[in-house]
């Protein structure tokens, strides 16, 4: 973690688990939204959890849900007790359309079913978060499509409110220096549009 007196900077390597949609492996471009739901599981419950989301992601395809996610699991910088949720989309609209997961269980395996299902979900974790980040393209750079990664560098960026203009200013310059670099890699720049108004 670095620690600065304007910015807290906290980077997590996160190791692909699963796709909830087999399109999702494809080669594509960066969705313009992204909704991380952060899943705190308790201790000695991994497998508990795992069995919990297998069969969502049963249940989505069983029923044809429109949205589909990855799951990811905290590799490195973050407790590794912690699970991602990752759901991208292009427009908002979009989001009035997707399955909820007590109505997809309900109508994956009946009402019985999936009120166990349910619970063994909700005994494995005790809390979770919600954000939606969208895309800044203005000072993303490289961007191409390309297909998902078993590992993902994740750099969130928490910036003083009265500072946010000259962070901005100095992630344009870093964009300016990268697309000059050999290298091309690809830099994706979010900021939320659903949570603290201060993390990139």
Same mark, same amino acid.
């Given at each position: 973690?670095?620690?600065?007196?304007?910015?807290?900077?906290?980077?997590?390597?996160?190791?692909?688990?699963?796709?909830?949609?087999?399109?999702?492996?494809?080669?594509?471009?960066?969705?313009?939204?992204?909704?991380?739901?952060?899943?705190?599981?308790?201790?000695?419950?991994?497998?508990?959890?795992?069995?919990?989301?297998?069969?969502?992601?049963?249940?989505?395809?069983?029923?044809?849900?429109?949205?589909?996610?990855?799951?990811?699991?905290?590799?490195?910088?973050?407790?590794?007790?912690?699970?991602? %949720? *990752?759901?991208?989309?292009?427009?908002?609209? =979009? #989001?009035?359309?997707?399955? $909820?997961?007590?109505?997809?269980?309900?109508?994956?395996?009946?009402?019985?079913?999936?009120?166990?299902?349910?619970?063994?979900?909700?005994?494995?974790?005790?809390?979770?978060?919600?954000?939606?980040?969208?895309?800044?393209?203005?000072?993303?750079?490289?961007?191409?499509?390309?297909?998902?990664?078993?590992?993902?560098?994740?750099?969130?960026?928490?910036?003083?409110?009265?500072?946010?203009?000259?962070?901005?200013? %100095? *992630?344009?310059?870093?964009?300016?220096?990268? =697309? #000059?670099?050999?290298?091309? $890699?690809?830099?994706?720049?979010?900021?939320?549009?659903?949570?603290?108004?201060?993390?990139?």
């Amino acid at each position: 973690m670095r620690v600065s007196r304007k910015i807290l900077g906290a980077g997590v390597f996160l190791l692909v688990l699963a796709f909830a949609s087999s399109a999702l492996a494809q080669a594509s471009m960066p969705p313009k939204h992204l909704q991380m739901i952060t899943i705190q599981v308790k201790t000695g419950a991994d497998a508990q959890f795992a069995d919990y989301m297998k069969k969502i992601i049963e249940a989505a395809n069983k029923v044809g849900a429109p949205q589909g996610w990855m799951t990811a699991q905290a590799a490195l910088g973050a407790n590794m007790s912690n699970y991602y %949720v *990752i759901l991208g989309f292009e427009k908002w609209a =979009e #989001k009035d359309g997707w399955n $909820q997961v007590p109505q997809m269980l309900t109508k994956a395996y009946g009402e019985a079913e999936a009120q166990k299902i349910l619970k063994m979900g909700g005994d494995a974790f005790w809390g979770f978060d919600s954000k939606v980040f969208s895309l800044d393209e203005e000072r993303s750079w490289n961007l191409k499509a390309r297909e998902q990664a078993p590992f993902y560098q994740l750099l969130i960026g928490k910036v003083k409110p009265d500072m946010v203009d000259q962070y901005q200013m %100095v *992630i344009s310059q870093i964009k300016e220096a990268m =697309e #000059k670099a050999p290298e091309k $890699q690809m830099g994706i720049r979010r900021s939320t549009s659903v949570g603290p108004s201060w993390e990139f």
